[in-house]
């Protein structure tokens, strides 16, 4: 079973434009949440995480909506340096936590 | 600071050949992780270490096997390689600790890359 689902991408985006992407989680119980950044054939990096209040990093946005279960992530003014594969994670903790990856969606900006 | 480093960045193996993965960290952290990362699936936890002395299984450890050395360095075995295991494997590593409930940024290493024929 996959516990956390994203837009397959990839998407194409003009510079400047506002993108969004959306994930969802399957167990309730998950109690934290990130993006992190991929760049093609690097490792992942951490983005942000998302807290349940919202959160906003320069041009990047995160939600969290607990009841129905659902992360986003909202790009506005896209730069070229934009363009990596955003992973959706979650965490749930039980004694110890360990972190479940999306697949990731690609976004390519282009000029 | 170096980070997480890996060794070695590429590597091809004939099936049933055996090898080990390094990884080694210098941020002092707690908690160690294996992945494996292959198109379509996403990043999949093969085993951790939530501290020097202790391992456990991750979602896919089936053929594998791990050694926490030391605080510093998690390796990462292959007894007998098969072409299923041809996959790109990132170390990462956190300051979490077990027995807390909030978790911690995972910090990645460049990733082996590897080739089983």
């Known amino acids: 079973r996959k516990e956390v689902e994203q837009d397959p991408g990839p998407f194409n985006v003009p510079e400047g434009a506002t993108v969004a992407f959306n994930c969802t989680y399957s167990?309730?119980?998950?109690?934290?949440f990130f993006w992190y950044r991929q760049d093609c054939r690097k490792e992942p990096k951490l983005l942000m995480s998302v807290y349940s209040s919202g959160n906003e990093d320069g041009r990047f946005t995160a939600q969290l909506n607990r009841a129905s279960q659902y992360i986003s992530l909202l790009i506005r003014d896209s730069k070229l340096s934009d363009s990596a594969t955003y992973l959706c994670v979650v965490s749930y903790h039980s004694g110890y936590s360990t972190l479940t990856f999306g697949k990731g969606t690609m976004l390519l900006v282009s000029p | 600071n170096a980070g997480v480093t890996q060794t070695p960045k590429f590597q091809v193996l004939k099936t049933g050949q055996s090898m080990t993965l390094q990884c080694a960290q210098d941020m002092n952290h707690n908690s160690m992780y294996w992945y494996r990362q292959d198109p379509g699936m996403g990043l999949r936890l093969i085993y951790y270490s939530a501290s020097e002395g202790t391992t456990d299984k991750g979602e896919v450890p089936n053929g594998y096997n791990v050694s926490r050395l030391n605080k510093r360095e998690f390796s990462l075995r292959l007894e007998s390689a098969a072409p299923s295991q041809t996959s790109v494997y990132f170390c990462a590593s956190s300051e979490a600790v077990a027995g807390e409930s909030h978790n911690n940024e995972q910090f990645f290493g460049p990733g082996t890359r590897l080739t089983v024929l």
């Open positions: 167990n309730s119980a998950s109690q934290s």
